[in-house]
């Protein structure tokens, strides 16, 4: 087991096992929008119905477009290193905010940062965990219409299960890990394409009014208002997981173009199967009630079977999701490993004397493949013990997720844009202001929606307990804080991630040599000035 086997420190190399169209697979399957979108339909349908689902996702997805252009701009400008080694690890939103803070308030950025990127990647695998066990569960009714759940305690240990099998794999057999990718991309696009083309054909169609007009409000608030705003739920917790390609940048050649270029390949292709799906969804209800209060749990199956009138088609179509969520899950694992494998470097995460060992024989950061398996299985107690379970999950993975991904355009917003190095995805000044702003608006929307329960009255039962957990998460990074990170953590170096290539900025063609420069500088600027206040 790597885990017995002798390790060695930070200055060991990780493994550089992924190309571009693994990278694009990976992307594709942690967005997820096909699979996201099919397995929590449900809260919309109730909340809205299918013209909250259809313009909510197209004016997300306006927002992320922003949101992802940022990222990009980042990701050009702080790209990692040729040689791959552990002390330059990409840690997306993370990194980039601490590289655009100003140097006295880097330590302040990076380690909530650090800690938000690597927490909501973790409650990622654990969404994907409590998805899969769910699909099992559909499987099990559908190939037997008499199958009772004997209590949680199974789907927990289904759970329990996919989240073991994804940590083997990170560990043992990581060089098949983009063959598995790739194959839950291809598998689950020729799935799209096949049940699209299967449901248009065979449905009948609904009225135009259901997926353009009408309002459903099941949700028990007296304002449609409100449900069509519960209903944006569907949309923004799809449009998550969006910097994975970032993760893993130090793992494919020229980052600075490639990274950027998959992160714009990915939203493009997500959208036009988001609204592709979600018109076929749509078009193809006969009895939205049946769907929502479907025996399989699972009101996308339920579609599917009514839809086509065959039982074989939803039994492939959940075998179809099966397998999107594997892929997912074993892709969420790998990049909560390297989040935490990179925080704990920089000295921001317990146990990082541990978590920063890479074994010598696999080429991956044993101890922390370990720690995200642990804190998976963790949260999974939430979901053993409460129905709402799963929606606490993924309520605090999207307020973490979107934290961390608002932190570099709202630093953005503030600096300035001169001194940023200029690269071919710069967004230029109105651009990327507009583009910040508009990232922070909807972050800041975003994190209220997933606090508010999702129906009332509000009881025991029903109430949201995504709170519960972003407060525990809290309390944990502040125990963390001040027991070690205090003195100990160090945000991550400027120098160590940067490439050297030549790149102009908006002051007349410095390079990033140049801009190193004008970083220094500052610094320099900020400690004299420090000490002659002293």
């Not at 380690?111 to 969404?127: D, K, Q």
Request: net charge neutral; aromatic share 12%.
């Amino acid at each position: 087991m790597p885990g017995n086997s002798e390790v060695t420190e930070t200055h060991s190399h990780l493994s550089r096992d992924f190309g571009i169209l693994g990278l694009v697979s990976v992307a594709w399957n942690v967005i997820n929008i096909f699979g996201g979108l099919s397995y929590i339909f449900v809260v919309g349908f109730s909340a809205g119905g299918l013209p909250s689902i259809f313009y909510g996702f197209i004016g997300a997805t306006c927002c992320v477009v922003c949101l992802i252009a940022t990222l990009a701009e980042c990701a050009a400008m702080f790209p990692t290193a040729g040689i791959v080694t552990t002390q330059e690890a990409s840690c997306g939103a993370y990194h980039f905010a601490t590289f655009l803070a100003p140097p006295k308030y880097r330590r302040l950025v990076g380690y909530p940062m650090g800690w938000f990127n690597f927490l909501g990647w973790v409650l990622t695998e654990a969404a994907c965990c409590a998805i899969f066990s769910g699909l099992v569960y559909s499987m099990a009714v559908l190939c037997n219409p008499d199958f009772v759940q004997g209590g949680r305690w199974q789907l927990f240990l289904v759970y329990v299960a996919v989240a073991a099998i994804a940590w083997l794999c990170n560990l043992y057999m990581l060089k098949i890990i983009p063959y598995l990718e790739n194959a839950g991309c291809w598998i689950s696009l020729t799935a799209f394409l096949a049940f699209f083309v299967t449901l248009l054909a065979l449905s009948k169609k609904a009225d135009p009014a259901s997926v353009f007009v009408d309002i459903v409000n099941e949700t028990g608030y007296s304002s449609n208002a409100m449900a069509v705003v519960l209903g944006l739920y569907n949309s923004m917790a799809a449009w998550m997981c969006l910097d994975g390609a970032c993760h893993l940048a130090e793992e494919v050649p020229n980052p600075t173009r490639n990274i950027p270029k998959i992160l714009y390949l990915s939203i493009g292709v997500q959208f036009l199967v988001g609204v592709v799906w979600i018109l076929a969804i749509g078009f193809s209800i006969e009895n939205i009630d049946v769907v929502i209060n479907s025996p399989t749990g699972v009101p996308i199956v339920e579609l599917v079977r009514q839809a086509t009138n065959s039982n074989g088609a939803a039994i492939v179509f959940n075998l179809v999701l099966l397998i999107n969520y594997f892929a997912a899950t074993v892709g969420s694992a790998l990049t909560s490993s390297r989040q935490g494998f990179a925080l704990a470097r920089d000295g921001g995460l317990f146990f990082k004397r541990h978590l920063t060992r890479v074994d010598p024989k696999f080429k991956v950061p044993t101890y922390s493949v370990h720690f995200c398996f642990f804190l998976v299985v963790l949260v999974g107690i939430i979901y053993l013990l409460s129905t709402e379970g799963f929606n606490a999950i993924l309520g605090a993975e999207v307020a973490f997720m979107i934290l961390a991904y608002a932190a570099p355009a709202f630093i953005m917003l503030c600096i300035g844009r001169s001194t940023l190095p200029k690269t071919p995805f710069s967004l230029g000044k109105f651009l990327g202001h507009f583009c910040c702003i508009v990232t922070i608006v909807y972050s800041f929307a975003v994190l209220i929606l997933v606090m508010i329960p999702m129906t009332h009255p509000v009881t025991a039962e029903s109430m949201n307990y995504t709170i519960l957990i972003f407060g525990i998460s809290f309390i944990i990074m502040g125990i963390s804080w001040f027991s070690d990170a205090r003195t100990a953590y160090q945000p991550p170096s400027f120098k160590a991630f940067v490439e050297k290539v030549p790149i102009e900025t908006e002051k007349g063609g410095l390079g990033i040599e140049g801009a190193l420069e004008i970083t220094q500088e500052k610094e320099q600027r900020s400690i004299d000035t420090s000490e002659i206040r002293m």
